[in-house]
């Protein structure tokens, strides 16, 4: 079936210090990816939609500068978080759906960021 | 707009018990539903989907959910827990049965078996 893989699964940086994290579709194309937040015993929270080629659309409240997606290609989409501080701790998946097959979103493991 | 509406953050239940998981649903148009779960650390596992058509629909592991229009709702069930069945479950909705828009998830149940 088709996978997501993400990586890092888990990374710790300092504070103001910029944190890349990939997602990439193993098995199919995915012209629309979509990266999620979750904070602690919380749901996910979409963040923004990443598309092949253009630019993300983000969510309300989301800051564009601080959290930097591109989506060069299309098996791989990236966010980067920027200066990051301690309130950007987090837990990252990253989703992908495979349109051609119609099949629904597949999920990335997801990626742990601690800010100290 | 769309939201789902997961009853209960925690359902705890005895192992072989029926377990129940309740989601609602508030679409505009005919919505696409989704259960999910999560183990910790880890991403999610699609479980089931409706789409169109029967409005039972099995998932993996026994779980089974059906889409009640007039209730708006679209709860999760499986006749016998077992341990292993201890994560998170996510309710979700999308305009697309691909989820190719996103999905707007419930706020998640925490299932607990107990022994």
């Known amino acids: 079936g088709a996978v997501v893989s993400q990586h890092p699964s888990w990374v710790i940086c300092k504070s103001g210090t910029s944190v890349k994290i990939e997602c990439r579709s193993l098995?199919?194309?995915?012209?629309?990816m979509f990266w999620y937040r979750q904070f602690p015993k919380q749901s996910l929270m979409l963040m923004a939609t990443?598309?092949?080629?253009?630019?993300?659309?983000?969510e309300q409240g989301v800051e564009k500068d601080k959290f930097l997606i591109n989506h060069a290609s299309l098996t791989l989409s990236t966010l980067t978080v920027t200066s990051a501080h301690p309130e950007d701790s987090s837990f990252y998946i990253c989703s992908a759906a495979d349109v051609g097959r119609g099949s629904p979103l597949h999920f990335g493991n997801g990626t742990r960021l601690t800010v100290t | 707009a769309q939201s789902v509406t997961q009853l209960g953050s925690h359902v705890s239940v005895s192992e072989g018990a029926l377990v129940l998981l309740r989601c609602n649903y508030s679409?505009?148009?005919?919505?696409?539903l989704f259960w999910y779960v999560q183990y910790p650390n880890q991403g999610l596992q699609l479980l089931l989907k409706?789409?169109?058509?029967?409005?039972l629909v099995k998932g993996i592991n026994g779980f089974e959910a059906e889409f009640k229009k007039s209730e708006t709702s679209f709860h999760l069930t499986k006749p016998s827990a077992h341990m292993s069945d201890a994560a998170e479950y996510f309710c979700a909705v999308s305009f697309s049965g691909g989820g190719a828009d996103g999905l707007t998830f419930g706020k998640g149940t925490h299932l607990i078996i107990q022994p």
């Open positions: 409706y789409t169109t058509g029967a409005t």
């Open positions: 990443s598309n092949e080629g253009s630019k993300a659309t983000y």
């Open positions: 679409s505009s148009v005919p919505p696409y």
């Open positions: 098995d199919f194309q995915a012209t629309t």
